[in-house]
């Protein structure tokens, strides 16, 4: 991937600042391309948009293609015709600086029901239009994600492991029983899902027009309780009751002893093979009408993959099995075209996942929080860089910056004094100096290192399951001094 030197913010839409618990894509998203565009900024990172499951984590979503339903904007539907002002919630006290996703989940649920009803009853032409046009164009996905989000609510919310045998295996009598029985709700998270690309694509050409990237990320992996997996069991290790035979995991490293026991099913890459890798064809070609730029979580997974027995507790326990992502990806290149796509090849890297990485000329990433851990030189330092490659000061999955910084070693300590003479009374935005002066063509820092926050604004927790995704930034925590500081260092290293 060839790109232009230039730098960005990783921050997830939820984080955004708003009055409904959540950050959503409304006016909030708008003001925050602004702010990228008035400090010289060319990129925008997010996490999946995907619908989130148990545990909140994007990584851990009901679909592939879905997005998800918290993030749509009630003002704009109202704006838009397709809500009551006295349908928008109005008795409940929201919090400005976590995300509750159980009551974001209960009160928008009631909100969008209001907002189908008034739907079904609008005589607007043109919206009618566009809601069948949308459900022609993506029903390659969106037939089975809203079939199989109806019956997770005939079921009460049961994983489809758990639900009727006939309709878990997808016979063919039981499938029309329940296409006819569960009609309306069918077509419901079908106008969920039209509501949801109308305001993504809206905030996406936005960004656009500003010359703002979007950076999205794509897991490796779906979740078990997934539409994708429900309906498509034969691309999946799974035996002939349609359970898994072994699940995704790293083994341990830095992050966990234990490893991480991820529990997604993993891929019969002979099986997708057999029909040209068309599943992750539709899969990428969905996402790149998202994002203009991908990067594929997990990527040595496409090398060799840690595969854990079913029904163990931890991942340790695993072995490494080689996959087919030379295969898949050369078919997607062959359908797609040359697509920008990032590895994050973080992890357990071998010769097998460089080889796979630089094969197909793709940028991989690097971590400063990572540079100093010892004094052994590694992958990390900067002056070990190459231009194609995207520095981060810390990800999602990291501490912040200040905290990272505050619970160093005074060894490494004096590595950073050493090395690049840190700031000691400003240390998150010496990493962003750093990142941004470093040959890389992509220098990327998330929100909370540019707001100069400490561990109380970590993001998540690679391992815990519970706890994280929460963090959002408040309204007035983003200054014009913020504006101007990053401008100036954007200009200094030439990334403007």
Known sequence: MKTERSSGILLHITSLPGKYGVGTMGKEAFEFVDFLVESGQKLWQILPLGHTGYGDSPYQCFSAFAGNPSLINLDKLVENGLLNVNDLP????????????GLIYNYKRDVLKASFNKFKENNCKVTKIRFKNFCNNNKKWLNDYAFFMALKDHYHGKPWSEWAHDIKIRSHHAVEKYKHDLKEQIEYYKYIQFLFYWQWLELKSYSNLNDIKVIGDIPLYVAFDSADAWANPEIFDFDNDMNPKTVAGVPPDYFSATGQLWGNPIY????????GFKWWIDRVEANFKLYDILRIDHFRGLAAYWAVPFGEKTAEKGEWKPAMGMEMLEAVYDALGNLPIIAEDLGVITPDVEALRDGFDLPGMKILQFAFDTGEDNDFI???????????TGTHDNDTTLGRYNESTEEEKQLMRDYFKIDESDPAWSFIRLAWSTVANIAIAPMQDILRLDTSARFNFPGKASGYWKW?????????????????????????
């Not at 008795?91 to 600086?97: L, S």
């Not at 925590?477 to 200094?492: M, R, W």
């Open 90 to 101: 109005s008795a409940i006290e929201f919090g400005d600086d976590e995300v509750d996703f």
């Open 268 to 275: 019969n890459w002979e099986k997708l093979s057999e029909t």
């Open 382 to 392: 900067p002056h070990t860089y190459g231009k194609n490659c995207v520095v981060y």
């Open 472 to 496: 959002r930034y408040k309204k007035g925590q983003l200054t014009s001094k913020h504006t101007d500081d990053l401008l100036k260092l954007t200009e200094v290293f030439g990334r403007r």
